[in-house]
Structure formats: C-alpha cells, structure tokens
C-alpha cells in the first residue's frame, strides 16, 4: 500500500519536473584546447552573462545568471568527480572552468499554457555553456541547453517557468563534466 501512495504522488511530480527541449552532450566542434592528460581536479563555475534587453524580464535574467552557476555547482558538488567545487578563485592547469550566456529567458504566460497549450505562452530557459582549460582558458567543448514548457498545455505547463528547468540543466552540465573532464573519466 505505501509503494502504491508512493507511485501514486511520485508520477504528478514528475510529470510536473518533465519539460520539452533539450540539453545537448559536450560538442568539441571548434574547441581550442584539448583536455589535460589525467583530467581536471578542481573547478570554478563563474557567473553567467546575458544579452537581454527586455526591460521586463532583465531582473530576473540577472538573477539567473548566478542562480544556474550556483545549481551547477550544488550538483557537481553532489556527483563528486572532483576534489573542488568552486564559485570563484584562480584557475590553474588542474582546473576547469565552466560559464556561459543566457541566451533565452522567458516566463511566458502561465494562463496561455493553461488554457490553450501548443506552445502558446511557452516558458523557455536557454544558455549556452561553455568548459575551458583553466591554464590558458582555451574551450574544450559547449553544451547548448534549449528548454521550454510542455507544449500540451494544461496544469502541467502552467506550472512550469524559466527557473523550474535551472536544476535539469545543472544536472546535465555536471554530469558531462564528471563523465568528459574529471580525473575519474580519464582513469
């Protein structure tokens, strides 16, 4: 009977978690740098940066570009891999720095999405992240994050704002990390 309440509350949650779009792997298209031989130890996830001029959402934007680096960081600390976690500091050749832009960010229409669904009143959250060699700041790869609310409709989507897919694009960009970068992926 607890596994069935369980399930029960788990699937509304998740199907409240999930959204459309995606977060790619590691591309290395155009990267200046390869990683180091042995992998990184440590990393610092600087603040992002941001094109927006909408006057409406710059605020939020704003606040979104440390709010994801923080959730990078949190989840990296979480996946381990590395011996160091950081928001600041100066990197060295056993360190690897991850920043980026926001590129999208939209909270769209929460009543749109309600009410109509495909896609009208989407939230979206997109960024472009990027991992460089802390020792001459070279890339060694990008990860482009495209997210946005479930294109359906309904209480689902109404849910869901740019902030709600911070935490599923952190997680992404930690786990490429770990796996491409770590000590533990070259071992």
Not at 114 to 138: E, H, P, Q, R, W
Not at 145 to 168: E, H, M, R, V, Y
Request: charged fraction near 20%; hydrophobic fraction near 40%.
């Amino acid at each position: 009977m607890k596994h069935a309440l369980s399930l029960l509350f788990a699937l509304p949650v998740a199907l409240v978690l999930s959204s459309c779009g995606s977060v790619s792997g590691v591309d290395t298209t155009g990267a200046q740098a390869t990683s180091r031989s042995g992998g990184y130890d440590r990393v610092i996830v600087k603040d992002f940066s941001h094109s927006t001029t909408d006057y409406k959402v710059r605020s939020k934007v704003e606040m979104a570009t440390k709010s994801l680096p923080d959730a990078i960081a949190s989840e990296l600390s979480k996946q381990g891999g590395f011996s160091k976690v950081s928001r600041s500091g100066k990197p060295d050749a056993s360190t690897l720095v991850i920043g980026g832009n926001i590129d999208q960010y939209d909270d769209g229409n929460a009543v749109m999405r309600l009410m109509i669904g495909f896609a009208a009143g989407n939230s979206n959250l997109d960024a472009t992240v990027n991992y460089l060699d802390g020792a001459n700041g070279k890339s060694l790869g990008t990860v482009k994050a495209d997210k946005n609310s479930w294109a359906l409709g309904g209480g689902l989507a109404a849910a869901q704002t740019a902030d709600s897919f911070i935490d599923p694009i952190a997680k992404k960009i930690a786990s490429e990390a770990k796996t491409k970068f770590s000590k533990q992926a070259t071992q």
